[in-house]
C-alpha cells in the first residue's frame, strides 16, 4: 500500500522508518500529470534502491508571471493509482504553504550550467528548480534521486547544485521516453491540438537532421540552421537550437561530446528535446 506524505513531518518519518529497516530510498521528483516517461524513472529508481518515493508538487517559484501555472495539469488521484501500481513505497504531495510557508525568504541561484538555453527564455526556472528540488532532497534524504535526460539543462543544474552544496545524495539520469513516432513524452504534450500533436514530431526529426548533417562533415552553423529551417517548414517557432558541451553544457570544444539541444513553440505550447551527437 503506497503511503501518502503531504508534510515533510510525515515523509521524515516514512524516511526514519525505511532507515531503521535497514532499506535504501530513491527519490522521483515530479509535478504530476504523470505518463510513461515518469513511470520509467520509477522503474529505473526501483532498479537502484530498496523503496521508490515519488514527489507530486506543481512548483510556483518555477513558473514565470506569464506561464502555465495555472492551467498545468492536475490529476491527484489517476497519479495516486499509477503511482500505487508502480509499487511504490510513498508519495509526498505537499500544498505550497507547506514547502515555502508564508515567511519564505531563501532562494538557490545558479551559473554554471543554468546559463543560457533555458534560462534565456525562462529567466526564473533555475532559480525555482534548485530551490524546490534543495528542499525535496532534505526532506526525504533519500540515497538517490532520479530525473528525466528529456529535462538535459535542468539535470545538469540539479547534479552541479547537489555537487556544490555537499548534499549526501547521488543523482541520476534516466533516458527520454518517446512516442513511436519520437515525440518525447511530456505532461504539456496534452495542450497540443490534433494537427498540432500530428506535427509535433518534427523537433525531434530536426535535431536527428542536425546530427546527420554534422555527422557528414558540415559545418556546425550549415547543420543547425537546417534544424531551424525544418522546424519553421512545420510552423515552429524556436527559442533555441543549440550544440553545447553535454558534461557542461558550455561551449563546444569537441564535436565527439556534444549535446544538442532545442525549445521551440507549436501553438500555445513550448517543447523541448535534446539529443547526444
Ligand atoms: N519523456 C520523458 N522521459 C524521461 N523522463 C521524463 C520524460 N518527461 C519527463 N521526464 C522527467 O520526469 C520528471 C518530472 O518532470 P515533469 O513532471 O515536469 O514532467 P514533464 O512531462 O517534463 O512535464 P512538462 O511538460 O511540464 O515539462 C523530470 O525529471 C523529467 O525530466
Ligand atoms: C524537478 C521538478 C520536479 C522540480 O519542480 C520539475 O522541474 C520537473 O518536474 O521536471
Ligand atoms: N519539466 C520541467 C518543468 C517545467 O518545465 O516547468
New binding site residues.
Given amino acids: 500500500m503506497t503511503k501518502v506524505c503531504r508534510t515533510i513531518a510525515s515523509l521524515r518519518q516514512t524516511q526514519s522508518a525505511l532507515k531503521a529497516a535497514g532499506r535504501s530510498s530513491a527519490l522521483v521528483p515530479t509535478?504530476g500529470a504523470l505518463h510513461d516517461g515518469h513511470l520509467a524513472l520509477v522503474t529505473h529508481a526501483a532498479s537502484l534502491a530498496d523503496a521508490v518515493i515519488a514527489t507530486i508538487f506543481v512548483?510556483p517559484t518555477?513558473?514565470g508571471p506569464n506561464?502555465d501555472l495555472d492551467r498545468?495539469p492536475r490529476q491527484e488521484q489517476a497519479d495516486l493509482d499509477a503511482l500505487q501500481r508502480a509499487g511504490v513505497h510513498a508519495v509526498f504531495m505537499p500544498d505550497v504553504e507547506e514547502m515555502y510557508g508564508s515567511h519564505d525568504a531563501t532562494r538557490i541561484l545558479m551559473e554554471g550550467p543554468a546559463l543560457g538555453l533555458?534560462s534565456d527564455f525562462?529567466p526564473h526556472?533555475f532559480q525555482?528548480?534548485a530551490t524546490v528540488v534543495s528542499r525535496l532532497l532534505l526532506a526525504s534524504m533519500c540515497d538517490i534521486a532520479v530525473f528525466?535526460e528529456?529535462?538535459y539543462q535542468?539535470l545538469l543544474v540539479i547534479k552541479r547544485m547537489v555537487a556544490d552544496l555537499k548534499i549526501p545524495v547521488a543523482i541520476q539520469g534516466s533516458p527520454t521516453v518517446r512516442e513511436a513516432d519520437g515525440l518525447a513524452l511530456?505532461?504539456?504534450n496534452a495542450y497540443l491540438s490534433e494537427d498540432e500533436r500530428e506535427r509535433a514530431p518534427e523537433l525531434n526529426r530536426a535535431l536527428q537532421i542536425c546530427r546527420e548533417t554534422l555527422r557528414s562533415g558540415a559545418s556546425e552553423a550549415d547543420a543547425l540552421a537546417k534544424a531551424v529551417a525544418h522546424v519553421k517548414a512545420f510552423d515552429f517557432r524556436p527559442d533555441y537550437i543549440e550544440l553545447r558541451d553535454a558534461q557542461t553544457l558550455g561551449p563546444l570544444q569537441d564535436l565527439g561530446s556534444a549535446r544538442l539541444l532545442a525549445a521551440a513553440w507549436l501553438g500555445k505550447t513550448?517543447l523541448?528535446d535534446n539529443i547526444a551527437v
Avoid: L
Wanted: aromatic share 16%; no cysteine; proline share 0%.
Fill in positions: 509535478m512548483n518555477q513558473f506561464e498545468y533555458e525562462r526556472f525555482g528548480v528525466g528529456k529535462d535542468q511530456s505532461s504539456r513550448r523541448i
